[in-house]
């Protein structure tokens, strides 16, 4: 069974240019979320979708970050425009229902 | 809300030998779930264990077993014959099952080195 897919792996931009990270969860896990992680921390949620709904994004920062799961199976994480503090690992997971989530190898993304 | 709290920043052992993990969770719920997670170098987070808190049989993975006090709310992680391959940061996660999902709440992690 493949794994959750994330790509980029790596990207380097300009800060103040946009981003988009895509996420292709694992098949029949109805359930996915995007973690950022910032060095030697936990990850943190940002978003929590259910099939194509966004069921919890209190922790995402509206102002500049965008998500989308069209059709309920891959979803898009957006930044735009992207500022020096965002430098971090953005990890997507999935889950089938309300069971345990099973992490992608996340996009690591670095604003100079 | 929950929070997970690991005191050990960085811990190392020498192969084949035993080492612990600590891990100290506060939460008012009754029924959750603890895990520990993995993350390599390479980032990709790998779940070791876990454990239902209605459960009081701690849980085993061959080498890894926890010790699970819910009263004290802890949740610590015993590494036997540890191996090279072992090296990783460790993190800590507290889970509740929500209408939809689950939500994780995850420790600062341990980042444990494994030496030869």
């Known amino acids: 069974e493949a794994g959750v897919v994330q790509s980029p792996r790596y990207k380097i931009i300009e800060k103040k240019q946009p981003v988009a990270f895509w996420c292709n969860p694992i098949?029949?896990?109805?359930?996915l979320y995007w973690y950022r992680q910032n060095l030697g921390q936990g990850p943190e949620l940002l978003i929590r979708?259910?099939?194509?709904?966004?069921?919890?994004d209190s922790q995402l920062p509206k102002d500049r970050f965008s998500a989308e799961r069209l059709k309920g199976v891959d979803s898009t994480l957006k930044i735009q425009p992207a500022e020096l503090g965002d430098s971090a690992v953005y990890l997507c997971a999935s889950s089938p229902y309300r069971n345990e989530q099973f992490f992608g190898p996340g996009t690591r993304l670095t604003v100079l | 809300a929950q929070t997970v709290t690991q005191s050990q920043p960085e811990m190392s052992v020498q192969e084949a030998e035993t080492v612990t993990l600590s891990c100290t969770y506060d939460t008012s719920e009754n029924n959750y779930y603890l895990f520990w997670y993995k993350q390599p170098p390479s980032r990709q987070m790998i779940l070791v264990i876990r454990q239902e808190a209605y459960k009081q049989q701690n849980a085993t993975e061959n080498r890894f077993s926890v010790n699970f006090q819910k009263a004290a709310k802890s949740f610590s992680l015993k590494i036997s014959d540890s191996q090279l391959g072992d090296t990783a940061m460790y993190f800590c996660a507290f889970m509740k099952r929500m209408r939809y999902g689950n939500k994780l709440v995850f420790g600062a992690g341990t980042i444990l080195r494994v030496k030869s």
């Open positions: 098949s029949g896990h109805n359930t």
């Open positions: 979708y259910e099939n194509e709904e966004a069921v919890d």
